[in-house]
């Protein structure tokens, strides 16, 4: 991995926090992903089931997480299992866990290769009464892929038919959506990576680039920092390309006098950062540019500060929409009238501002974390407010990652990425 290696101590929290909440005589088990493939012999590039790093730090294929708290024997509470390795796997294929390494990692003392888990699996079984599984319940999944999760799960029902089901997605939510310190230091880091390559965009755009130089730009500074890559698939959109939200195409020149609508960010050891920034091509904003742009920004500093213990997420969306209505106003995009008759399952200010404010990020860009209970302290949120005019030719969308605290307002993980208007026009034109 790029990524300096973890202190285990992050995941032996987060294991005795999961097992703190599990039924008595339960067993918990999670797997890796699969390797997916493209055809003849090639594969996507792997990437680790967030929920099975998160309890175990395993980065690794073909590897699955065992927890039962009440094992009568001590050494079986906590089991890792990992694909044996050899000299033919080192070749081939690099380094991979030894049963040293993977205790190093985890935190984790009892190992086995994967060859041996029917069997262990099968004596736990007979002291456990319930199983839990771990299904994908996010409020965004709609995968239709068959996962290693999926099949494991079929194949445990029918050979232990008579075991309760139980869910640790519940558990996941609650657990996953408060991070830990460590988890904190490591998300700022993929913001600090972000940052660099942000400020080296800003040095390189001008008329005449197009948008996919601007995401080389990026990948180049974000890997000569230890990260994978894109925390996402990066948006690059200029002018109109800016009122399409998921645009990935990244294939037009950027002409002067547009704006270039930039949601890009880094990942760091697993761990999102996602940022937004809208700049102009020219390097200088024009007048009415500027009106929305700093339209923009004050909903983005105002719900800002709406983020604190307490706010139930439903009800502070309520609010963002009522400070973009202000702005809209004030814009001349809606008038009185807009505001009087709109549909109140569909305000008026939707027509500018259709998605929402923030959403959890952390092991996931679009993160675990509970959504109906109150926010709480170290809990992380994006941030983005955006306003899109197609009948303009402009879309401005500014994100930050925010922590929030125990009091006031949250702690910004990207205060340091240049967002003002007269910082960036004097970082573009120097």
């Given at each position: 991995m790029k990524y300096e290696q973890i202190s285990n101590t992050l995941f032996t929290k987060n294991r005795k926090k999961f097992m703190a909440q599990m039924q008595p005589k339960s067993i918990a088990v999670f797997n890796s992903n699969d390797i997916y493939p493209i055809g003849a012999d090639s594969v996507l590039p792997f990437e680790q089931h967030r929920d099975i790093f998160y309890l175990s730090g395993a980065d690794q294929e073909e590897t699955r997480l065992l927890l039962f708290p009440d094992s009568i024997i001590k050494k079986h509470r906590?089991?890792?299992?990992?694909?044996?390795?050899?000299?033919?796997?080192?070749i081939w294929e690099g380094e991979k866990l030894t049963k040293e390494k993977a205790t190093e990692v985890s935190g984790i003392e009892t190992i086995y290769w994967l060859q041996d888990f029917d069997k262990v699996f099968f004596d736990l079984m007979t002291e456990?009464?319930?199983?839990?599984?771990?299904?994908?319940?996010h409020y965004r999944q709609a995968v239709e892929t068959q996962t290693r999760e999926d099949r494991f799960i079929l194949d445990c029902k029918s050979k232990f038919?008579?075991?309760?089901?139980?869910?640790?997605?519940?558990?996941?939510?609650?657990?996953?959506?408060?991070?830990?310190?460590?988890?904190?230091e490591l998300m700022q880091t993929?913001?600090?990576?972000?940052?660099?390559?942000?400020?080296?965009?800003?040095?390189?755009?001008?008329?005449?680039?197009?948008?996919?130089?601007?995401?080389?730009?990026l990948l180049h500074q974000f890997v000569r920092n230890r990260s994978k890559g894109f925390a996402y698939p990066p948006i690059i959109a200029a002018g109109n390309n800016a009122n399409v939200l998921h645009y990935l195409e990244n294939n037009k020149q950027c002409e002067a006098g547009d704006l270039i609508l930039m949601d890009t960010a880094a990942e760091y050891a697993n761990y999102s950062s996602d940022l937004t920034r809208t700049i102009p091509v020219s390097g200088k904003f024009n007048k009415r540019q500027k009106e929305v742009y700093e339209a923009v920004l004050r909903v983005k500093d105002e719900a800002t500060?709406?983020?604190?213990?307490g706010t139930i997420w439903a009800d502070y969306h309520v609010e963002c929409g009522k400070l973009m209505t202000s702005e809209l106003l004030g814009l001349g995009l809606l008038d009185k009238a807009d505001v009087q008759n709109e549909d109140k399952n569909?305000?008026?200010?939707?027509?500018?501002?259709?998605?929402?404010?923030?959403?959890?990020?952390?092991?996931?860009?679009h993160d675990y974390g509970e959504l109906k209970k109150p926010m709480e302290p170290n809990m992380v949120f994006t941030v983005e407010p955006g306003i899109y005019i197609p009948e303009e030719?402009?879309?401005?969308?500014?994100?930050?990652?925010?922590?929030?605290?125990?009091t006031g307002e949250p702690f910004n993980l990207m205060a340091n990425i240049p967002i003002k208007v007269e910082e960036i026009e004097e970082l573009m034109n120097q």
């Open positions: 906590e089991i890792l299992f990992v694909r044996e390795t050899n000299d033919h796997i080192a456990a009464e319930t199983i839990y599984f771990n299904t994908n319940e038919p008579a075991h309760k089901v139980a869910k640790s997605n519940p558990i996941l939510q609650k657990i996953r959506g408060v991070k830990e310190p460590e988890e904190i993929a913001c600090n990576i972000t940052e660099k390559g942000f400020r080296r965009v800003l040095e390189f755009v001008e008329p005449g680039v197009w948008e996919h130089e601007i995401e080389a730009e500060k709406m983020l604190v213990p569909w305000p008026a200010y939707k027509k500018y501002f259709m998605h929402g404010t923030s959403h959890h990020i952390g092991l996931n860009t030719k402009m879309g401005v969308r500014l994100e930050d990652d925010v922590v929030i605290q125990e």
